[in-house]
């Protein structure tokens, strides 16, 4: 039982409030692509920020862990102590060379790279109207692939339900479905293929 506590704590800031209706309003409902805006690129921000924030909640059950083992019940006390070290060490693994969080300042930057390129001379039709689709971002007039960033979980509420939503993320940690061909981040070369 602690070990499911402890597994779920961290993660409940990015699930209920992303999931919230006042969170939602600038988005359209899913599985709609989301159209690209200042509203998305603050949203990829909010999602980092809440990646990150769990690491800081998960030091609430890693404490209540500590002090159940040495006072309380050892095994609820051990499962808190074991999953919350566990998301801990997940996260922190960043740092030494694992795979990166699926929210990053990058993405952000990427997103007004070619937010900013739709309103310049480099456009690739003269309606463009970018869209961020699950394998990559897309001009809705002409169908030109603007950038093959694929799209992670965005907090959105789920069409199939708030629990297959919870289950979805809990699977995938928010990353995305899609992987990008693309190992190197060129933000000086974004036209359409």
Not at 2 to 16: D, E, T, W
Not at 62 to 74: C, D, M, Q, R, T
Request: positive net charge; hydrophobic residues 40%.
């Amino acid at each position: 039982m602690g070990f499911i506590v402890a597994f779920l704590f961290p993660r409940l800031p990015g699930i209920l409030v992303t999931r919230g209706k006042g969170f939602n309003v600038n988005f359209p409902p899913h599985p709609e692509p989301i159209p690209l805006s200042p509203h998305l690129t603050q949203r990829v921000l909010h999602m980092r920020m809440f990646y990150w924030l769990g690491l800081i909640v998960s030091f609430i059950p890693l404490f209540f862990g500590l002090l159940s083992v040495k006072w309380g019940n050892v095994p609820f006390g051990f499962g808190l102590w074991l999953s919350s070290g566990w998301f801990i060490l997940s996260r922190l693994q960043t740092f030494i060379g694992g795979p990166k969080p699926p929210w990053t300042l990058d993405m952000a930057q990427r997103l007004q790279i070619i937010s900013n390129q739709v309103k310049s001379d480099s456009k690739c039709c003269e309606s463009i109207s970018p869209e961020w689709l699950l394998s990559g971002i897309y001009c809705t007039v002409c169908k030109d692939k603007l950038d093959d960033m694929p799209r992670p979980d965005l907090g959105r509420k789920r069409s199939d339900g708030f629990f297959m939503g919870v289950i979805r993320l809990i699977a995938s940690d928010g990353n995305p479905f899609f992987t990008s061909d693309d190992k190197k981040i060129d933000t000086d070369n974004y036209e359409s293929e």
